[in-house]
Antibody, heavy 123, light 106 residues
Framework: QVQLVQSGAEVKKPGASVRVSCKAS??????????IHWVRQAPGQSLEWMAW????????KYSQKFQGRVSITKDTDASTAYMDLGSLRSEDTAIYYC??????????????WGQGTRVTVSS | DIQMTQSPSSLSASVGDRVIITCRAS??????LNWYQQKPGKVPELLIY???SLQSGVPSRFSGSGSGTDFTLTISSLQPEDFATYYC?????????FGQGTKQEI
């Protein structure tokens, strides 16, 4: 079965960087039909899409809101995607999710999600 | 960015009720609309994609409709396990924005 397993909770100081990993299993990570998306949810708030990476092509796309602060990479051999977010501020305190994106008939949707990684930014 | 607006923001209903949640896009998005359910402390789960296609394993009491800018999620007969927050999401254009959520209270 498809699983996305994320790294553990992080506590960071303002100005620092954080890396969250997302290890995929149960499907071919490098299949061009799938991508890994990153979505965050601040406490009590809605969901916010950040970026995606196609593990087959390596193509990436970032939300303009996070451009310059976020970087999405992958290790195909390890079936793992990484999200690096820099210049952290208190407003970045949130749960960060990875999700598998699948396109095709019906359009893009996120059919499997990681368990979430809580990132707390506090001095 | 495409703005997604859901109504109502919260909804109180009884078991067995028919519930309708609406989602409006700030511009036409065709049928590129998904619905997710998030239970408290849990991960979002895909319910409906392409405005009306039921994700595998999702109970048939959930259905979606609409196109262009106006969409609805219908729960035909509310069950106790449907206590959750529901989000719409447009997949027409990046950034793939979500609505603010509708909290369903039983």
């Amino acid at each position: 079965q498809v699983q996305l397993v994320q790294s553990g909770a992080e506590v960071k100081k303002p100005g620092a960087s954080v890396r969250v990993s997302c290890k995929a299993s149960g499907y071919t990570f490098s299949d061009y039909d799938y991508a890994i998306h990153w979505v965050r949810q601040a406490p009590g708030q809605s969901l916010e899409w950040m970026a995606w990476i196609n593990a087959g092509s390596g193509n990436t796309k970032y939300s303009q809101k996070f451009q310059g602060r976020v970087s999405i990479t992958k290790d195909t051999d390890a079936s793992t995607a990484y999200m690096d977010l820099g210049s952290l501020r208190s407003e970045d305190t949130a749960i960060y999710y990875c999700a598998r994106g699948v396109a095709g008939a019906g359009g893009l949707r996120f059919d499997y999600w990681g368990q979430g990684t809580r990132v707390t930014v506090s001095s | 960015d495409i703005q997604m607006t859901q109504s109502p923001s919260s909804l109180s209903a009884s078991v067995g009720d028919r519930v309708i949640i609406t989602c409006r896009a700030s511009q036409s998005i065709g049928s590129y609309l998904n619905w997710y359910q998030q239970k408290p402390g849990k991960v979002p789960e895909l319910l409906i994609y392409g405005a009306s296609s039921l994700q595998s394993g999702v109970p048939s009491r959930f259905s979606g409709s609409g196109s262009g800018t106006d969409f609805t999620l219908t729960i035909s007969s509310l069950q106790p396990e449907d206590f959750a927050t529901y989000y719409c999401q447009q997949s027409y254009r990046s950034p793939y924005t979500f609505g603010q959520g509708t909290k369903q209270e039983i």
